[in-house]
Each structure stands twice: as C-alpha cells, then as structure tokens.
C-alpha cells in the first residue's frame, strides 16, 4: 500500500545479495545442530548467517555485480550454487531459474541503486539536516560483542554505523539507547534474569512479545541492569529511552537485575564465556512497591518517582514510555 516507495528507497550499490539457496542453507545448518548439539541458534532462516559467510570466503555477490555484466555475474552465481550444493548434497538449486528471477529485478532495482558511500558524504557535507540511523537487533546479538554463538551474523551496536554506511566516526552525534523496562530474547541462549513462571507470561502476554520475523513468542523476565551497562560500555548511549513502563503495571513487586556472581564472588564485567551461565547465579533486588498510577501518566511530574540510572556513569534516561501512542513516550528533559 505504500506509495511512491521506488522513488524514496535507495540501494547501496555495495549491499550483499542474499539468494534462495541462502536461506535453504540456514535452515539445513539449524537441523544439523539439532542432531548433533541437541539445540539450534534459533536463527530467523532468512539466509543472513550463510550470506555473511559468503561475504567473508570473498565468494559473495553484491549488488553492484548484478547490475554489471549479466554472463560474468551468472558464471559466479553457478560457482557459489555449487559451492553450497557440495557442502550440502541435498541441497537442490534451479540455477536457470534463479537467473532469469535475478535478471528481471536486476532491471527493476537499477534505478534505486546508488554508490552509498558518497550518498552520505554529500548528506553529511550538503546542506545542515537531521540524519537518523536505526540500528536493527539488539546489543546483546552483535555478532562480537553478543552472547556468542546466539547473536546475528553482524555488528548491529554503533560501530555498525561505520562500517554500514561509511560514515566517519567524527560524524556520529548522539546514541540513543532503547530499552524496554523488562528484559525480552527471541530464540535459545543466555538469559540470567528470565522468569520462566506466571511473571514472565504475564510479560509476554501484556506486552504482546512476539518475534516479529518468526512469530515465535518471546521470552521475557525482569530488567537485567548489568546487560544494559555492558551495551553501555559499548556503545556509549547519550540517554536512554525506557519504553514499556505501563507494561509492569499490575504488579504489586518489580525485580531487578543488578549484579552478576562468578565462584561465588560479583563480578564487574559481562562475561564472554559460554561455559560460565549454567552456574552464574544473578542476585535481583526489589524495585517500586507499585505503579498504579502509570496509564495516567502523561507528564513527568506524574510518574511515581524518576527511574533511576544504573550508576553514576551510566546515561540518564530520557524518555519514558506509558503506552502505545506517540503521546505516551514522555520526554524528561
């Protein structure tokens, strides 16, 4: 239904390709971890994990190929097909009929595409504007800095912003973090605060958490403060926006995260190691007795109390979500 959309969307000429055979891939690897680890990734079968893998054997093909010479394109397309199909035998690939598909949205793509990198130096350089980027996933799912090997397959905290779109580091202002008021994770892997009880379906179901790619429901549990610091130590968040306050709103008690042990002592730091979760208890601690006041709140001087920050170098939050609508994020200062 949208309108005028080839005219506003623009194509990095850089961008990878992700093909048919991608994501038949992804779902193969996910079956063979079943089998072999009794547990997958949980991945979004989209075809992202195998495309970066392509990306990196330097195999992969862009955007830029596509829209060059067709026969030279379709010669390399062949060698990944078979490249794939070796690895996985039962792996079926209808190459001609990939091409012909490929060859009419290369034509129907073309006037979209642009060099990406001088896009947005002319942005940056041209006349002063606004530039948003939104960052997709979450930190705890960046592919270095995420709880590995349960994370996307790219850098989806700041520096993404670099190295996808090309822009200077000298150029990024302010880094807004979002979080919601509990914790959430699509998928298998670490999730120390969880509530795998009458709380956390209380989460879900109030907060309607579903995944939005694969439907599945998402599992929920109290804020993990020490996430929220370790993605602070990383990305460096100007403020925070704290979404999803009204959310707790029925429960007499909120719990939270706030300190993580290791051999029985606390630990200051997030830790990488996989190994380390299944015996890492996490202490929580008691929030506000109540928030009954919250689906009213529409101003600051109406919330039960400011949240707090996490300690005196973390960011201050800044806006405050009640509710669904735009009225209802609420802006501190």
């Known amino acids: 239904g949208l309108k005028d959309w080839e005219r506003r969307l623009i194509i990095s000429d850089r961008a990878h390709l992700v093909f048919d055979f991608h994501q038949a891939v992804d779902g193969l690897q996910e079956v063979q971890r079943q089998a072999q680890e009794g547990k997958n990734i949980g991945t979004t079968k989209k075809g992202i994990g195998p495309t970066y893998s392509s990306k990196a054997a330097r195999t992969g093909l862009r955007v830029c190929d596509l ?24 792996l079926e690939i209808d190459v001609d009929g990939q091409l012909r598909r490929l060859k009419g949205l290369a034509e129907r793509v073309r006037p979209m595409v642009r060099d990406g990198v001088y896009f947005m130096y002319e942005a940056l350089h041209g006349p002063p504007k606004k530039i ?15 709880t590995y090997p349960f994370v996307t397959s790219s850098n989806c905290t700041v520096g993404g912003v670099c190295t996808g779109l090309g822009i200077p580091p000298q150029n990024i202002g302010d880094v807004y973090g979002v979080v919601k008021a509990y914790t959430t ?3 298998i892997g670490a999730f120390p605060t969880e509530q795998i009880n009458e709380t ?12 939005v ?9 109290w804020l993990d403060l020490m996430i929220l610091r370790y993605a602070h130590m990383v990305n460096g968040f100007t403020a925070l926006a704290l979404t999803k306050l009204d959310i707790l ?24 190691g996989r190994e380390r979760w299944d015996t890492m208890p996490v202490p929580a601690v008691d929030g506000p007795a109540s928030l009954s006041s919250l689906p009213g709140a529409m101003r600051p ?6 949240p707090s920050a996490t300690g005196a170098e973390s960011p201050t939050v ?14 501190l200062f």
């Open 249 to 272: 709103d029925v429960l007499g008690e909120i719990k939270v995260g706030v300190a993580y042990k290791l051999n029985g002592k606390r630990i200051p730091y997030f830790p990488g």
């Open 185 to 187: 994770r699509v998928g």
């Open 318 to 331: 800044k806006w405050v979500g009640v509710g669904k609508s735009r009225e209802s994020m609420i802006q």
């Open 301 to 306: 001087a109406q919330l039960p109390g400011r």
């Open 200 to 211: 956390g379906d209380l989460l879900q179901t109030r907060g309607r958490e579903w995944g």
């Open 67 to 90: 829209l060059s010479d067709f026969d030279e394109f379709s010669a390399r397309f062949k060698n990944l097909a078979q490249q794939h199909q070796s690895m996985f035998p039962a």
């Open 132 to 146: 948003l980027v939104e960052g997709a996933n979450a930190a705890l799912l960046d592919i270095d800095f995420g």
């Open 213 to 221: 790619t694969t439907g599945r429901k998402r599992r929920c549990g």
